[in-house]
């Protein structure tokens, strides 16, 4: 049987280095689904009922389109990081570079999702606690101390997933850089 230069030209990564990887992106994958599903979970059921001024007031993740995009990007980044579970495991049989980019590709764009989705949580979250003066928005998390500490724990542990999927983005940039042109 003939063989192709460009099948010749593939180089074939050492089985250690190999398994190395794929146990390492398995791991890595299982944690972020982990902490994605773990950061949607506590902002989903962020609620607290407050008096503030003779008044009872509800704080729900509802009432922000904020912190509802942040629930809901947690939860799909969950759902592509299961998904991406099951290209890594056909992945471990791939010798071919390409395959990696596509790989790169996904985890680069669930990394910007995630970004974005901490970002935004931040941002309302700090006007929250601080307020802003200049806007006349007023620190509500001084009334609704409960649903802040989950909205501050949510977040957290949604940073610790984008750590995650920035080593993960690095990781398959790195195998995906071996991709022979032809």
């Not at 471990?92 to 995630?114: E, G, Q």
């Not at 998390?141 to 750590?163: P, Q």
Request: charged residues 10%.
């Amino acid at each position: 049987m003939a063989t192709t230069t460009a099948e010749k030209s593939l180089p074939i990564p050492p089985l250690k280095t190999h398994k190395l990887f794929f146990l390492s992106q398995i791991s890595l994958r299982l944690f972020a689904a982990a902490a994605t599903l773990a950061a949607a979970w506590i902002m989903l059921t962020a609620k607290q009922t407050s008096v503030v001024f003779s008044i009872q007031v509800d704080a729900r993740y509802t009432y922000s389109p904020t912190f509802k995009f942040f629930a809901y990007t947690n939860l799909i980044v969950c759902a592509l990081t299961i998904l991406s579970l099951f290209f890594a495991y056909i992945g471990n049989k791939a010798v071919d570079p390409a395959y990696y980019f596509y790989i790169f590709l996904h985890d680069l764009m669930v990394t910007m999702l995630l970004m974005a989705a901490c970002a935004a949580a931040t941002a309302v979250g700090y006007v929250g606690k601080y307020g802003n003066s200049h806007a006349g928005w007023v620190a509500i998390c001084g009334y609704f101390g409960k649903f802040c500490h989950k909205a501050t724990a949510a977040s957290s542990i949604s940073y610790l997933a984008l750590v995650v999927y920035l080593i993960l983005t690095v990781m398959s940039a790195n195998k995906a850089r071996h991709i022979v042109v032809v």
